[in-house]
């Protein structure tokens, strides 16, 4: 097996062990948003689900040697990074009661996480044969 291969599936691994450690714990039951919708919080966590699930369908389906899957991966990379540093940044979702230390250790390490992916699937996009990328 390749070792980025290795890499990228042991990332994503990590990736949605922390989201879905999150999504389900109670670290973030604690915030409260009133200035939104509950709408805009559903399709928010309808999101962040779809993004866990997609990523273990990721995990399932392997990378077999599909360019395509890694493009797929390097765009999961990119929406994980942008809503982890969205919530530390405050920008969305702002909440009335400020983040916890625990629940900021975790979008840090989701943030730096989804840095990995990203190189680590770039990495792996670059050792690919072009034979086998479609």
């Known amino acids: ?22 999504i389900l714990s109670v670290l973030t039951r604690t ?24 990523s273990v369908w990721q995990l399932f389906a392997g990378l077999d040697g599909q360019v395509m899957r890694g493009k797929v991966l390097l765009l999961l990379a990119v929406e994980y990074f942008v809503v982890y540093v969205a919530d530390i940044t405050n920008i969305f979702p702002r909440s009335v009661a400020p983040m916890g230390q625990t ?5 840090m390490l989701g943030a730096l996480l989804a840095v990995l992916l990203f190189v680590s699937v770039s990495r792996y996009i670059k050792s690919v044969p072009t034979h086998n990328s479609m």
């Open 31 to 54: 915030r409260v948003f009133p200035d939104y919708s509950p709408m805009v919080i559903t399709l928010f966590t309808v999101f962040l689900i779809t993004l866990g699930v997609l």
């Open 103 to 107: 629940l900021f250790a975790m979008e």
């Open 1 to 22: 097996m390749n070792k980025a291969r290795i890499v990228v599936l042991a990332t994503l691994t990590l990736s949605v062990l922390n989201l879905c450690f999150m």
